[in-house]
Each structure stands twice: as C-alpha cells, then as structure tokens.
C-alpha cells in the first residue's frame, strides 16, 4: 500500500526556515518523481519544487533560490528545506510523488499525503 506521509509544519516568523519532511513506503522512491506542492486559502494548488525521474529539477519563481529539495532513497523519505520565509509562503504543504510525472504539475502525480500546515507570522 503506498503511504506518504509528511511532517515539520508549523508557525515559523518571516525570515525563518523549517523543514518539512515525507515518509513514504510501498514503492520504490528512487526512480519516482518528487514534488512538493502547497495551496493557500481561497487559491488553488501549486508546485513549489519538483524532481522528475531523469533528476531534472524545476522551481516555482516565487520559491528559487529560497527552497530546496531532497530525497534520502535509504530511509525512502524526501525533504522540503525552506529558508528566508515569507508571509505569502503560508498554506497547506504537500508531498507527491509519481512513477512518469515529467514536470512540475499536480495533475501528474498519483500519489500524495495528507498534508502539513506552515504559517509564516510575527
């Protein structure tokens, strides 16, 4: 059965980091596809960051430079580093992950978790 799981949300103030982390089993993470995806209240969901099968990575402009991921294929779990956070990055985070996804969009990815709060707030 595959699972993935997400955890390290949280309130964190502007300027700060956090890491958000997703446990995954019942496939084999290293030749998936990565991403993580968020969605803010009244807006729809979006990609932050994903890797797709061939190691290319690809960026949402909002997050470049600020956000980073990646995956430990040992513990078959992948990571969301956020640095320099900002107000706008408050929403719902989630991981996925696919067998083809190519790109950076949620409708290619088959696989998701339920989801982890990040509020950025002074």
């Known amino acids: 059965q595959v699972r993935l799981v997400e955890s390290g949300g949280g309130l964190v103030q502007p300027g700060g980091s956090l890491t958000l982390s997703c446990a995954t089993s019942?496939?084999?993470?290293?030749?998936?596809?990565i991403g993580w995806f968020r969605q803010a209240p009244g807006k729809e969901r979006e990609g932050v960051v994903c890797v797709n099968s061939y190691g290319r990575t690809y960026y949402a402009d909002s997050v470049r430079g600020r956000f980073t991921i990646s995956r430990d294929n040992g513990k078959k779990e992948m990571y969301l580093q956020m640095n320099s956070l900002e107000p706008g990055d408050t929403a719902v985070y989630y991981c996925a992950a696919d067998s083809e996804g190519m790109h950076c969009n949620d409708y290619e990815y088959d696989y998701w978790g339920q989801g982890t709060q990040v509020t950025v707030s002074s």
């Open positions: 019942g496939f084999g993470l290293d030749y998936y596809a």
